[in-house]
């Protein structure tokens, strides 16, 4: 009869147990997968935004500060680019109103991407989130307050145009 009771009150802890376990819940609409996949987006940009944040730290260990916008920009084509990726970016320009184009002609993590990231699930620009998110940690870090962005990305020639608006304030 003891073991009974021992057996049972085991068996009722272990549901009790059981129940507070939060319970997982898998997306069931359109709408939550599409809600599921805007968080990871932001998650993925959040963390090269991180990663942008303590590179700085590390890369000015070195080399000083840069002090203008424009030195702010070459810091991330030249010093940046060649930490992350042996490599300084292609192309530089601007429109002299606070944006500014880099481009990488041969860029690493586009290279091994196939066409067919026109699919639903990942588009172009997504392969690009985490590097823009290193960019604009990177700035922001310097003092920047700035807005990155990716358009037109081309994947068989491999060109990533990161667009860097700089804020008014």
Request: one cysteine or more.
């Amino acid at each position: 009869p003891a073991s009974a009771a021992a057996a049972a009150s085991k068996s009722s802890s272990a549901a009790g147990a059981a129940s507070d376990a939060p319970e997982m819940k898998l997306p069931l609409g359109p709408d939550d997968a599409v809600a599921a996949s805007a968080e990871s987006r932001a998650r993925l940009e959040s963390l090269g935004f991180d990663v942008g944040q303590r590179l700085v730290e590390f890369i000015t260990l070195y080399t000083p500060h840069p002090d203008s916008e424009l030195d702010m920009i070459k810091f991330v084509c030249k010093e940046v680019w060649e930490t992350l990726f042996r490599k300084q970016i292609d192309e530089l320009k601007t429109n002299g109103n606070g944006l500014y184009l880099l481009q990488d002609l041969d860029f690493k993590l586009l290279k091994n991407a196939s066409e067919s990231a026109d699919n639903d699930d990942i588009g172009k620009e997504d392969l690009l989130l985490f590097p823009s998110g290193i960019i604009s940690g990177v700035l922001s870090r310097l003092g920047m307050r700035c807005t990155v962005y990716v358009e037109a990305v081309r994947i068989g020639d491999t060109v990533a145009p990161f667009n860097v608006r700089v804020e008014e304030g």
